[in-house]
């Protein structure tokens, strides 16, 4: 609805000096996002007061009116499906699997008119709720540092890391690639939104979601935030989404709307000797990692960063059990920690060679199409 009010003594002579001033408000409504109603008001205010002409008055209604229009747009753009949203933004790239599996929460929303989120799970919080296995979580750029003090536990007799020239046919690995019991589910936007993601603001958040202040709970709360909020390294550009609309909108703004997503397939969850059964694929030389963090709702560590390659990797283990993992190499090691487990395991020095890394399932690569 608008509402517009224009106050002015009308010239008489061309080129007179006139005092004008007019308010525009604006206030629109979102319609429902299915049972709840999100009210959204802008109020605009413009004064004016000297104008040398009418011409002038009529420029400015004119910028008004089409600044009114694209507000128009923009609210309107947050009450879409996920589905319209990811289309809208992705038109020739189909929502993956793994994507798939966090939207609709089940029972959204609660039933008696409450407002119960089922994309919320504290079970996101336990401590094992991802194994390391062959499939290393690198999002944040302590995460090999950690490892290396045993922070992340890191699984014994399993290939982690390996050369970028390993990656061929025949090449023979022991893998295991766990599934994630992670089951946050995104929130809508406007919700996660709501939502306060700070350090400053731990303690609201974990007074929210009923978790205590020294249960292990709250200790990844804090540390998943404290990641997000660590400066980026030197080459790389990080966002932590809390929300599929935000998780989408980076990724687009760093490859554009034409791209590919990716994430790591595997049959069966047995560690085992794995075998390159296909010649491995480029899949691309610029990308945005997306890793899956442990918090109460879907929150994503997502990151570009420069001199990596990525490649798609089919797999057969010893029992039959076939996999299409999703390979990172990072060609540029010169600013890493000379502490890293990588460096550890493979025995080499920052900056020597290309260091490669599989990506645990639920994660997402993105790479321009």
């Not at 499939?135 to 950690?146: D, L, M, N, Q, R």
Request: with cysteine; net charge positive; hydrophobic share 35%.
């Amino acid at each position: 609805m608008f509402l517009l009010l224009c106050l002015y003594d009308c010239p008489k002579i061309k080129g007179r000096r006139i005092k004008l001033q007019y308010v525009l408000v604006l206030s629109t409504f979102a319609s429902e996002f299915k049972s709840y109603k999100y009210k959204h008001s802008l109020h605009y205010t413009l004064s004016i007061s000297e104008f040398t002409t009418m011409e002038h008055f009529r420029f400015i209604f004119l910028s008004s009116f089409l600044y009114v229009i694209l507000l128009v747009g923009v609210f309107a753009s947050e009450d879409v499906s996920w589905e319209t949203y990811w289309q809208s933004a992705l038109p020739k790239t189909p929502i993956p699997q793994a994507v798939q599996e966090l939207l609709h929460p089940e029972n959204w929303p609660g039933t008696e008119g409450k407002r119960t989120y089922t994309g919320i799970s504290k079970d996101a919080l336990n401590i094992n709720t991802i194994q390391s296995g062959s499939a290393f979580p690198t999002a944040g750029p302590e995460s090999y540092a950690k490892a290396a003090t045993g922070k992340i536990p890191v699984e014994q007799d399993v290939t982690t890391f390996f050369f970028e020239k390993d990656l061929h046919l025949g090449k023979k690995m022991t893998l295991h690639f766990p599934k994630t019991t992670n089951n946050a589910k995104f929130l809508p936007r406007l919700v996660a939104r709501a939502q306060p993601f700070s350090s400053s603001k731990l303690p609201e958040i974990l007074n929210r979601f009923s978790l205590k202040p020294e249960s292990a709970e709250a200790e990844i709360v804090k540390q998943t935030i404290e990641e997000c909020e660590e400066p980026s390294i030197e080459g790389e550009d990080k966002y932590c989404a809390t929300s599929l609309e935000s998780l989408v909108d980076f990724s687009v703004s760093k490859l554009g709307k034409y791209a590919e997503v990716f994430s790591t397939k595997v049959d069966g969850e047995n560690k085992q000797e794995y075998r390159i059964a296909r010649r491995v694929e480029k899949i691309g030389e610029r990308s945005v990692v997306c890793h899956k963090q442990k918090y109460v709702y879907a929150v994503f560590y997502c990151h570009e960063i420069r001199s990596t390659r990525a490649y798609k990797v089919s797999l057969v283990g010893a029992d039959g059990t076939k996999a299409e993992a999703v390979a990172v190499c990072h060609s540029d090691t010169r600013k890493w920690n000379i502490k890293l487990l990588a460096f550890q395991l493979l025995k080499v020095k920052p900056g020597t060679v290309p260091i490669c890394h599989f990506l645990p399932s639920g994660n997402l690569l993105w790479v321009p199409n």
